[in-house]
């Protein structure tokens, strides 16, 4: 596709870490012009094929990393066997046999699921090993990932991404790491395949809870979008013209003209899916609680989402959330 093109990108590594209390940011060059990243040598896995961890094989496929494909539905990993993935048979296979073994799946639930349940992640992880959970969870559930992976005397990694479909199968996500930061290193090429920027967070638990704030903000924002749009056509004023408008003022944004472009067009395909960000929010909500911090912007869009879910919009992109204002 034209869009997926790698010349004369310029992708830059950021690291965030803690020192004297402060936050200092520090940005190191590495290009990929025409796909010349140089692959590790490791072994990868990758567990979850959804609308992100498609992308993302790909596009560490793409790269000549070598990579064992696991999904819940197996039929997900023929395209990718196609394309020189290897097949593996359940998570603990895939641990065991792979350096690296990267997840990207839904929830809480199915992050620890996929790590603690039958043949799973736990089960192949012996000294050595490297886990990467690249979910958008909870800090309270990735944390309890780390010890059990640790225990057994595994490292890990959590690396949640901010993006979109579009984004994942392009290499330009954003990805929030933190945890081993040998393990963080190691996996350079990977995240440059994968992604534009990488930022690494300190401890584990700060990816997750800066991931559900990003994703917190994102949400809120198309609630207002979709609020905006639908007051516009109860008023009389034509929907196309209020985007005109917001497209040549400070909100312009490749966010803003996508998700109205979708709902002018009736087209809610998923990018991202509505149930997630409404998942985000109420995780999101929960963090502010968990520090007695108010989220009411928050809160009422999440109000708005989950009117959205009970209208059946649950698998539709999250500009899906119009169709709770025109009810």
């Given at each position: 596709?034209?869009?997926?093109?790698?010349?004369?990108?310029?992708?830059?590594l950021?690291?965030?870490?803690e020192?004297?209390?402060?936050?200092?940011?520090?940005?190191?060059?590495?290009?990929?012009?025409?796909?010349?990243?140089?692959?590790?040598?490791?072994?990868?896995?990758?567990?979850?094929?959804g609308?992100?961890?498609?992308?993302?094989?790909?596009?560490?496929?793409?790269?000549?990393h070598?990579?064992?494909?696991?999904?819940?539905?197996?039929e997900?990993?023929?395209?990718?066997?196609?394309?020189?993935?290897?097949?593996?048979?359940?998570?603990?296979e895939?641990?065991?046999?792979?350096?690296?073994?990267?997840?990207?799946?839904?929830?809480?639930?199915?992050?620890?699921?996929l790590v603690?349940?039958?043949?799973?992640?736990?089960?192949?992880?012996?000294p050595?090993?490297?886990?990467?959970?690249?979910?958008?969870?909870?800090?309270?559930?990735?944390?309890?990932?780390?010890?059990?992976?640790?225990?057994?005397?595994?490292?890990?990694?959590?690396?949640?991404?901010?993006?979109?479909?579009?984004?994942?199968?392009?290499?330009?996500?954003?990805?929030?790491?933190?945890g081993?930061?040998?393990?963080?290193e190691?996996c350079?090429?990977c995240?440059?395949?994968?992604?534009?920027?990488?930022?690494?967070?300190g401890?584990?638990?700060?990816?997750?809870?800066?991931?559900?704030?990003?994703?917190?903000?994102?949400?809120?924002?198309?609630?207002?979008?979709?609020?905006?749009?639908?007051?516009?056509?109860?008023?009389?004023?034509?929907?196309?013209?209020?985007?005109?408008?917001?497209?040549?003022?400070?909100?312009?944004?490749i966010?803003?003209?996508?998700?109205?472009q979708n709902?002018?067009?009736?087209?809610?395909?998923?990018?991202?899916?509505?149930?997630?960000?409404q998942k985000?929010?109420r995780?999101?909500?929960?963090?502010?609680?968990?520090?007695?911090?108010p989220?009411?912007?928050?809160?009422?869009a999440?109000?708005?989402?989950?009117?959205?879910?009970?209208?059946?919009?649950?698998?539709n992109?999250?500009?899906?959330?119009?169709?709770?204002?025109?009810?």
């Amino acid at each position: 596709q034209p869009a997926v093109c790698y010349q004369a990108i310029t992708k830059k590594l950021k690291v965030c870490e803690e020192e004297t209390g402060s936050t200092s940011i520090q940005a190191a060059d590495s290009t990929a012009v025409n796909g010349s990243i140089t692959p590790t040598d490791k072994k990868i896995g990758f567990l979850g094929l959804g609308l992100m961890g498609s992308g993302i094989v790909s596009n560490l496929l793409k790269m000549g990393h070598t990579v064992t494909v696991w999904n819940r539905t197996a039929e997900k990993c023929d395209l990718f066997i196609q394309e020189g993935a290897r097949l593996g048979r359940t998570p603990a296979e895939v641990v065991s046999t792979c350096d690296i073994t990267f997840a990207c799946v839904s929830d809480p639930k199915a992050a620890k699921d996929l790590v603690l349940g039958p043949s799973g992640v736990l089960q192949g992880i012996r000294p050595g090993k490297c886990y990467v959970d690249m979910s958008t969870v909870d800090a309270d559930t990735v944390t309890e990932l780390a010890q059990v992976i640790v225990s057994r005397g595994g490292r890990f990694l959590e690396a949640p991404v901010s993006g979109n479909q579009q984004l994942s199968n392009d290499g330009m996500l954003v990805i929030l790491a933190a945890g081993d930061r040998g393990l963080y290193e190691d996996c350079s090429s990977c995240f440059q395949a994968m992604g534009k920027t990488s930022f690494f967070l300190g401890e584990v638990g700060n990816a997750a809870k800066m991931m559900l704030i990003v994703n917190m903000v994102q949400g809120s924002f198309m609630a207002t979008i979709a609020e905006g749009l639908t007051l516009a056509q109860v008023t009389g004023q034509s929907q196309q013209t209020l985007l005109d408008i917001l497209n040549q003022g400070q909100l312009a944004s490749i966010f803003l003209d996508q998700k109205c472009q979708n709902i002018l067009q009736g087209n809610f395909k998923p990018d991202f899916y509505l149930k997630y960000i409404q998942k985000d929010l109420r995780l999101a909500i929960a963090l502010g609680d968990s520090v007695n911090h108010p989220t009411p912007m928050a809160a009422a869009a999440n109000e708005v989402y989950k009117r959205a879910k009970a209208l059946d919009q649950s698998d539709n992109d999250m500009s899906a959330v119009y169709r709770a204002y025109i009810h």
